[in-house]
């Protein structure tokens, strides 16, 4: 079994990762982390979300910092204020047993800006950013980006399903010639591929985790056919086989996610709705009740639902077809998490068992019809 040790990890971070329960490298981490610590390169790694990303490039990074410079020596872009905020998290308790104290910040929209400014004044030596507070920031000119050594891209695909295309190509062209560029993507769609070929090297070391392992070998996948005005009945006969499990629930639409959490309210169960127009601290306070488990499910849009990072998630619910395969594979993902089982329910109408076909042959799993 490989440890971090065998990985080149510092003393100080083992003794970190053991507290924190990490143990077992995975295949990412693995096949990054020693190539990171030991090459100044750019860097592509596909890998499936809840695949361990974070400690991947976390830890190289930390290694390459120099406590003693009080500048921004490393940047890493999340889609998400909440994933900015939990790598930021991440990485500070990676540092528990360090020898001098690496200082980590996190920036993001829908917080105030001056007092991200005013943090800003005091020595970071690693920026989490989302994109577009960062390209807000640079526009201020309230942030030095010129002595950064590298630039982590996570969870890329999801940034260029969000709209920050524009904001990528001015923060990259910032700094272009400056730094390394890791990024970190569970798709690798043409928009992904545009980027790497205008800011990475030709020569930028690939790692690919087996494509068809994109989707968790740990998630079972089923589906039932009903038609529209049938799925409220069916959910809730799924949620009664589920007991206490807790489990999220996506829908296209702000008006669907809405009317599901009605219902489920009016049954009696504990659940909210997440959704694009929500403000930021109605945002925040959803996610606070499901993360500290007052909420049994979350119903919520794809985008609204980018970053949640909940453990023990029973299950996901599809109660509407994803746009895309990639948004299946991002949905899925959020179940199944850190060795435990997961189970991705799809419902469908008669009219997209063509859709279903589709995500089948696109990511090389088997989903079992769910016989009612």
């Given at each position: ?6 990985l ?63 500048h ?11 994933l ?61 980006l ?33 730094r390394?560029?890791w ?10 591929k ?41 959910l809730?006969?799924f ?22 959490a ?50 023990e ?25 850190a ?26 799993i ?7």
């Amino acid at each position: 079994m490989t440890t971090f040790a065998d990985l080149s990890v510092s003393d100080t971070y083992l003794k970190a990762l053991e507290e924190l329960g990490i143990v077992n490298p995975t295949e990412i981490q693995i096949k990054a982390i020693p190539f990171l610590i030991a090459k100044r390169t750019d860097f592509i790694g596909q890998a499936q979300t809840g695949t361990g990303k974070t400690a991947a490039f976390g830890l190289p990074i930390l290694h390459a910092i120099d406590p003693d410079d009080s500048h921004i020596q490393a940047l890493i872009l999340s889609p998400t204020r909440e994933l900015g905020q939990q790598i930021a998290k991440q990485l500070f308790k990676f540092t528990k047993y360090g020898p001098k104290k690496i200082f980590i910040e996190s920036v993001y929209g829908g917080a105030r800006i001056d007092q991200q400014i005013s943090a800003l004044r005091r020595p970071t030596h690693i920026l989490v950013a989302t994109p577009g507070r960062l390209v807000d920031l640079l526009e201020k000119k309230a942030i030095d980006l010129s002595y950064i050594k590298t630039i982590v891209l996570d969870e890329a695909d999801e940034m260029l399903s969000m709209g920050f295309k524009k904001d990528l190509d001015t923060i990259l062209s910032f700094t272009a010639g400056k730094r390394y560029t890791w990024l970190f993507s569970a798709t690798m769609p043409s928009s992904i591929k545009a980027i790497i070929k205008s800011y990475m090297s030709p020569d930028a070391m690939r790692v690919v985790i087996n494509k068809h392992d994109v989707i968790n070998n740990d998630i079972e996948h089923k589906y039932i056919i009903c038609e529209s005005e049938k799925k409220p009945e069916v959910l809730f006969g799924f949620l009664k086989t589920q007991g206490e499990n807790r489990g999220l629930i996506f829908c296209r639409t702000k008006a669907d996610t809405q009317s599901v959490a009605k219902r489920l309210i009016a049954r009696n169960i504990n659940a909210d709705s997440l959704h694009g127009d929500m403000l930021q601290k109605e945002r925040d306070k959803v996610m606070r009740a499901f993360k500290n488990s007052k909420l049994q499910i979350l119903v919520a849009t794809d985008l609204a639902a980018r970053g949640i990072d909940v453990k023990e998630l029973a299950y996901v619910v599809h109660y509407s077809l994803p746009e895309s395969t990639e948004y299946y594979t991002h949905r899925s993902g959020r179940t199944g998490r850190a060795g435990n089982k997961g189970l991705s329910f799809i419902m469908i109408t008669s009219r997209e068992q063509g859709a279903l076909k589709r995500i089948e042959r696109e990511l090389g799993i088997k989903i079992k019809e769910n016989h009612r």
